[in-house]
């Protein structure tokens, strides 16, 4: 590793060092940080994330977090439900696990402070969530992420092993030998590069809605984990399921709760008609059927939506085609009691009283199922390298993630990635000097971008001909034709964001570098996820094709894989799903 | 023809000048535009230098809070609209060391919030393994802490704060919030703990309920209600101290 070349020389690698790191301080975050200081308090543990660990986007999920606890209700039907709802694509040995530990780790919570929402004897109150059977779904009025995060944001305070690094962007990780042994990451607050140096780092970065224009995803979910183990040559696991929630506000995307629907929301069409019922998901009765019409699956009421519009049967407004959910029946008690930050959202983002009005609504860019591939316990391909949360793919969502499963994945499996990373890094020497030398390079690749003179491409005009492209090719119905014009796109758009001029080369609180980083991230994720959906030539949950409409479980009851190849598109391999007890099956809502 | 409003902007860029300074941008004004959305319109379309925190637009993250015309708001909950013919005066929150722009410096008051142990607080023997199951909590129970739990912590009840400006080692109203927020819980046993930590804050003496932080409070906290329950609790527990000085504390 020669010289490091320095165009003013502000920057300065400068080092600390942990036995256990973690990218990202939401909830899979916070909960592995826990586990970490639990499983042994002498091991030094760090939360490195690019915002304050309260502004995460766990912040904004409102619905509930789904675990057995009802007498009548049992782990064999929440793992039902999780694997008919994934349409079979995921693997029932995880969500055993995760079906098994999901009470005990909302239990622990509970213990935490979470102010869970109760019955009037004082215990949990639970409710339905979409394509479940037995209401199992916890939560804390209608902002359950919201907290569920402070809870474990403020427990966490109380131990000292935990040190913060708080806004702090991580650049890239520090490999060598086979082994992840650190990170690189700016110091926003002064521009300050430092290399981190651990004996395991663990991925908690989430998802990347914003690869998408119209998202309930924060400005921060750019995947910049996902992208970060791409390219050291970790696989990317299932990336073509992209979860389109169907009832977000117009021109926000902002997120209106399925609990509205698990109160009794209708969705009606123009002609004020419950539609699903077309589209073989139950008949309409006036209160709730689990499993049924508005409580199906998100994969199969945002399609029915693309079929209403299809139809002309849907509303036309300045944000384009909605239809409208109806909560106005509900009354304004139980909006008031159980659904309260709807009711703020509408007044306050749409202008509206869902206690008198109907809402628009259409469906929005949510959730990616797939993510970083990984094992039970979060390891990834490379050694000392985890992951857990919406950036890994364990994976229990398959083709198309039950509501409220994932609130509960971000405890089980942060607690189990913190768990594992703990116990290897204890296990391990300190990491190498020669990382430090590749902390270097990506000081000298961090300068280019933040002194050079580029090309005069401009990081937002980028950015959203990405979004439009991924819309336009990878939405919610996909043919190879759109596909194939979206990957020349992104290639375009890859050879053009390397040309990025930025107006601001400062160091003190750059977000406009942090921008063209993150832009970086999406573009290379939109590779692939775009090149794993051209491949798989069937439609499963979430992932639709209209040139090839049917599941086809003989080629592709398997998982794919998204390895990078330098300058050319990824090589895309596939893994077999684990059947334990549930043979692949037809998935029936409403009869 | 387009119409459109006038954002002036407070800037501060300590690498360039020691100074801050006024920059006015013209943005398009929409019928559905925050504040926000004008911010990106500039650092998208007309100056990418301008640097501010934003994440979840929808009024939850508590990253975007600044001075808008004078009063601390989440800029992604006020309307363009509602505050026009501008031009519109956008600055960093009151009361917070400036790092650049609309980005203050926030490191004080996560150590207050670390001092007051927002966390539930037991005794040892009175733990539950959580295969035992949940502490019973009623509903009623919930709700004399719930209101308090909501904080965002988007630090505008302290940039509303007179205290917090003339004396820094006030708490503040959030983290006392907080602090009665887990006080009032009814798992929790820690009030008398956290009571060593607050008793020491001369500000909680100062604050005369005039309640601009309950009035700024985008989620209806009330922090102002929350300090004043606090110091009866606070008088009370002192004059128990006198009456009965061998009780455990």
């Keep these: 590793m020669g010289v490091v070349c320095r165009l003013k020389g502000f920057i300065s690698v400068e080092t600390s060092s942990h036995d256990v790191l973690l990218i990202g301080g939401g909830g899979a975050g916070l909960r592995a940080a826990i586990a970490v200081a639990e499983v042994d308090p002498s091991l030094s543990v760090a939360v490195v994330s690019k915002v304050y660990p309260m502004r995460s986007h766990t912040v904004s999920a409102e619905g509930g977090a789904a675990a057995v606890v009802k007498e009548s209700d049992s782990l064999e039907a929440h793992a039902y439900d999780t694997i008919s709802g994934s349409d079979w694509l995921a693997d029932q040995d995880a969500v055993e696990v995760f079906v098994e530990e999901a009470t005990r780790e909302m239990m622990q919570l509970e213990h935490w402070g979470c102010p869970w929402s109760r019955e009037p004897n004082g215990r949990i109150a639970v409710r339905p969530f979409g394509g479940m059977k037995i209401e199992r779904t916890w939560y804390a009025s209608d902002k359950t992420g919201f907290h569920m995060l402070h809870s474990l944001f403020q427990t966490s305070l109380k131990y000292r092993a935990v040190t913060r690094y708080d806004e702090w962007f991580v650049s890239a990780l520090l490999v060598d030998e086979g082994r992840c042994q650190g990170v690189v990451a700016i110091e926003l607050a002064t521009g300050r590069v430092h290399a981190i140096l651990a004996k395991a780092v663990v991925l908690c970065t989430g998802g990347c809605g914003k690869l998408f224009a119209f998202t309930t995803n924060a400005n921060i979910k750019t995947g910049d984990g996902m992208a970060l183990a791409y390219r050291v040559g970790v696989p990317l696991k299932d990336m073509e399921f992209v979860q389109y929630h169907p009832t977000g506000l117009p021109f926000t995307g902002i997120l209106i709760t399925e609990a509205t629907r698990s109160e009794g929301g209708w969705l009606l069409n123009k002609d004020g008609y419950r539609y699903l019922q077309d589209y073989d998901l139950g008949t309409p009765e006036p209160t709730p059927v689990k499993r049924s019409m508005e409580l199906g699956p998100r994969d199969r009421l945002s399609q029915a939506f693309m079929a209403e519009l299809e139809k002309g049967r849907t509303i036309e407004t300045a944000h384009g085609q909605v239809v409208h959910l109806d909560i106005r029946h509900l009354g304004a008690k139980v909006i008031d009691s159980k659904l309260p930050f709807v009711r703020e959202l509408c007044l306050k983002y749409e202008n509206l009283d869902p206690v008198k009005e109907l809402i628009p609504v259409r469906p929005v860019a949510h959730y990616q199922m797939g993510g970083v591939h990984t094992d039970l316990v979060g390891k990834t391909d490379l050694a000392g390298l985890y992951a857990a949360g919406e950036v890994a793919c364990v994976s229990i969502n398959g083709a198309n993630r039950l509501g409220s499963n994932s609130l509960t994945e971000l405890l089980v499996f942060g607690r189990r990635a913190g768990q594992a990373a703990a116990e290897y890094a204890a296990q391990q020497s300190a990491p190498s000097g020669a990382v430090l030398a590749q902390a270097a390079d990506e000081e000298h690749r961090l300068e280019v971008l933040l002194r050079g003179d580029g090309g005069g491409e401009r990081i937002s005009v980028i950015r959203e001909e990405m979004q439009l492209a991924m819309e336009a090719g990878a939405g919610i119905y996909r043919d190879e034709k759109g596909l194939q014009e979206t990957a020349e796109k992104i290639e375009e758009l890859k050879e053009r964001a390397r040309k990025i001029t930025l107006d601001d080369h400062s160091l003190t609180f750059n977000t406009e570098l942090t921008a063209g980083l993150e832009l970086t991230n999406m573009l290379d994720l939109a590779e692939a996820m775009i090149h794993s959906a051209l491949e798989r030539r069937e439609s499963r949950g979430a992932h639709q094709r209209t040139d090839h409409p049917e599941r086809d479980d003989e080629h592709f009851l398997a998982h794919s894989l998204a390895y990078r190849v330098e300058d050319r598109s990824p090589r895309i391999d596939y893994h077999p799903v684990v059947i334990t007890r549930w043979p692949p099956g037809e998935r029936v809502y409403g009869r | ?249």
Aim: proline share 7%.
């Design chain 2, 1 to 249: 023809m387009a119409e459109t409003v006038t954002l002036k902007i407070r800037r501060y860029h300590p690498e360039k000048a020691s100074e801050p300074y006024w920059q006015s941008y013209e943005v398009p004004l929409r019928r559905e535009w925050m504040i926000l959305d004008g911010l990106n319109y500039i650092k998208d379309h007309l100056d990418g230098t301008l640097s501010y925190r934003w994440a979840c637009r929808m009024g939850v993250c508590g990253s975007c809070g600044m001075m808008v015309d004078g009063e601390p708001v989440l800029t992604c909950a006020t309307y363009l609209e509602k505050l026009l013919p501008g031009p519109i005066r956008v600055e960093p929150l009151r009361g917070f060391p400036v790092i650049r722009d609309l980005v203050g410096d926030l490191d004080d008051f996560i150590g207050k919030l670390n001092k007051v142990k927002p966390w539930i607080i037991r005794r040892e023997e009175e733990e539950k393994d959580p295969a035992e199951g949940e502490y019973l909590q009623t509903p009623q129970q919930l709700e004399e802490f719930k209101r308090y739990s909501m904080c965002i912590n988007c630090m505008l009840c302290y940039a509303a704060c007179p205290i917090y400006e003339l004396e820094p080692h006030f708490l503040g109203p959030a983290a006392i919030a907080l602090a009665q927020r887990y006080n009032m819980d009814s798992r929790d046993q820690g009030a008398i703990e956290r009571m060593k930590e607050l008793s020491q804050d001369e500000g909680i003496w100062a604050c005369t309920f005039v309640g601009e932080c309950s009035e700024v409070c985008p989620k209806d906290v009330d922090p102002a209600g929350a300090i004043q329950r606090y110091k009866l609790t606070a008088a009370l527990e002192w004059y128990k101290s006198l009456l009965l000085p061998w009780r455990k504390q």
